[in-house]
Antibody
Framework: EVQLVESGGGLVQPGGSLRLSCAAS????????MSWVRQAPGKGLEWVSI???????YHADSVKGRFTISRDNSKNTLFLQMSSLRAEDTAVYYC?????????????????WGQGTLVTVSS | SSELTQDPAVSVALGQTVRITCQGD??????ASWYQQKPGQAPVLVIY???KRPSGIPDRLSGSNSGNTASLTITGAQAEDEADYYC???????????FGGGTKLTVL
């Protein structure tokens, strides 16, 4: 059974740093595409970052240069290192597995999601 | 601002049919996927590849695509379909993803 369990959220001051973790089971993180998606309180979903199975990474403009997605293959775990945090980064952060079709490059979807971890940026 | 546009709210009478739409230029090149989110829960994939359903998703949910618009149709809406629905696709760069602003579905 596929499971994703996020951890590492909490209260952090503006300008601070935090590292989120997403422990995966039931599949191999390094063989898949993995992403972070966040949701500010009462707002919609916002895509944050993706790491390809080959290791390439991409980030939303809103977090580029401040957030870094990575993985630890030995621990089958995905990470999101967040720095220079701002109040507007306050959100529930979800990790998700992403399917990108090799046959149809235009076909992508987020098939499994964790339950999320709350990050609050406030003084 | 989101590159995928959804109506903020839609309502449907119990047992009737409702269509939720998602518009964006990227949909001309990339398939949309749809996610259902209920209060306090993580999103759940309900439609991908325009009209494919993951295991466990009822067949009253279906998807379609035309030009720059993707649609999620619920035929015979049930009370348990009341939720927020989000569309998603790659953006025009191909290296980032974007979600629509979400549609809150109320079943009357």
């Amino acid at each position: 059974e596929v499971q994703l369990v996020e951890s590492g959220g909490g209260l952090v001051q503006p300008g601070g740093s935090l590292r989120l973790s997403c422990a995966a089971s039931g599949f191999t993180v390094s063989s898949n595409y993995m992403s972070w998606v966040r949701q500010a309180p009462g707002k919609g979903l916002e895509w944050v970052s993706i790491i390809y199975s080959g290791g390439s990474t991409y980030h939303a403009d809103s977090v580029k240069g401040r957030f870094t997605i990575s993985r630890d293959n030995s621990k089958n775990t995905l990470f999101l290192q967040m720095s220079s945090l701002r109040a507007e980064d306050t959100a529930v952060y979800y990790c998700a597995r992403v399917v990108i079709s090799n046959t149809f490059g235009g076909l992508t979807y987020f098939d499994y999601w964790g339950q999320g971890t709350l990050v609050t940026v406030s003084s | 601002s989101s590159e995928l546009t959804q109506d903020p709210a839609v309502s449907v009478a119990l047992g009737q049919t409702v269509r939720i739409t998602c518009q964006g230029d990227s949909l001309r090149n990339y398939y949309a996927s749809w996610y259902q989110q209920k209060p306090g829960q993580a999103p759940v994939l309900v439609i991908y590849g325009t009209n494919k359903r993951p295991s466990g998703i009822p067949d009253r949910l279906s998807g379609s695509n035309s030009g720059n618009t993707a649609s999620l149709t619920i035929t015979g809406a049930q009370a348990e379909d009341e939720a927020d629905y989000y569309c998603n696709s790659r953006d025009s760069s191909g290296y980032r993803w974007v979600f629509g602003g979400g549609t809150k579905l109320t079943v009357l």
